[in-house]
């Protein structure tokens, strides 16, 4: 598919790299880059090439949330409805994608963008980047996922602060905070980024996979129930040629070789 606000890249390494390509706009999301971003995962999901997911920004920030030049007059629009319809596929879509997202953290994630890199699986954040819950600063609560991510990130007395002030937060105090995984220079946010999605993209993908929804599904169950699904998933893994690898390389001392598992 053709895309306009948006860069999809598949390099060699499986790794597909999704960039969000507004800056002007801080990559602020109206509908064409809703539907292409949709559209992007849709297609790293389907391509078996693809092993891992990178999300990311063009220019000075990683996504401003909706894009408010172009927000529809309060009063003329159901909210409930925009965001049924446009950002909580995208949200659904991330968690349901069994590829970890890496989210290369770039710069400022505001709004629905900041749901947007809590929906990721890891992020390697630059030092200039920060994070804000901007809605209550235009008067709206978060949406998009924050209310469920956040609390689970960072407890719910910190959530409250962070979603009620609507300050920004910086890099190294979303690392403090457990929010963003690492922490670097910006001239060295490439290389970081990659050499961790090159470790994903060389793991087992099955159980990688499998170890997304499980941490998820956890989160949501009671131990009795967690424990049903850990063994459910690790039934699958261990059905699959990945574990039979994983075995082999320990007996034989020497490294898995899960790409041609
Ligand atoms: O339909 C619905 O509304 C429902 C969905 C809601 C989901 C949401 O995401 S609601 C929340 C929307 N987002 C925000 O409220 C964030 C607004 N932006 C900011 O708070 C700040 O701009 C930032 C914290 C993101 C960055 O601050 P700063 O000081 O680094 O940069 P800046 O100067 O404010 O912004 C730089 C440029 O980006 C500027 O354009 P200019 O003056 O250089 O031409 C600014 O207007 C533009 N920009 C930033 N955010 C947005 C935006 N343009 C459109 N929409 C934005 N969200």
Known sequence: MPYTSLLYEIRPSGVAVITLN???VFN??????????????????????VRVVVLTG???AFCAGQDLQEAQQPGTFSFKEVLETRYNPIIRAMRALPKPIVGRLNGVAAGA??????????????R????????????????SGSAYFLPRLVGRLKAFEICALGD?????????????????????????????????????????????HLLDEAAAVTLPEALVLEAEAQEQAG???????????????????????
């Open 22 to 24: 507004r800056p002007a």
């Open 58 to 60: 063009a220019g000075r």
């Open 168 to 212: 920004k937060i910086s890099a190294d105090e979303a690392l403090r905070l457990g929010l963003v995984n690492a922490v670097v220079e910006p001239e060295q946010l490439d290389a970081a980024t990659d050499a961790l999605a090159a470790r994903y993209a060389t793991g087992p993908a099955r159980a990688l996979g499998l170890l997304k």
């Open 239 to 261: 059905g699959s040629a990945e574990y039979r690898e994983g075995l082999r390389a320990f007996l034989e001392k020497r490294r898995p070789d899960f790409l041609r598992a």
């Open 113 to 126: 963008g900041c749901s947007l890199a809590l929906a990721c699986d890891a992020l390697v954040a630059s």
């Open 128 to 143: 200039a980047a920060s994070l804000v819950q901007a809605f209550i600063n235009i008067g709206l609560v978060p949406d």
């Open 28 to 49: 602020a999301f109206d509908l064409t880059l809703s539907r292409e971003l949709l559209a992007a995962l849709a297609a790293a999901g389907a391509d078996e090439a």
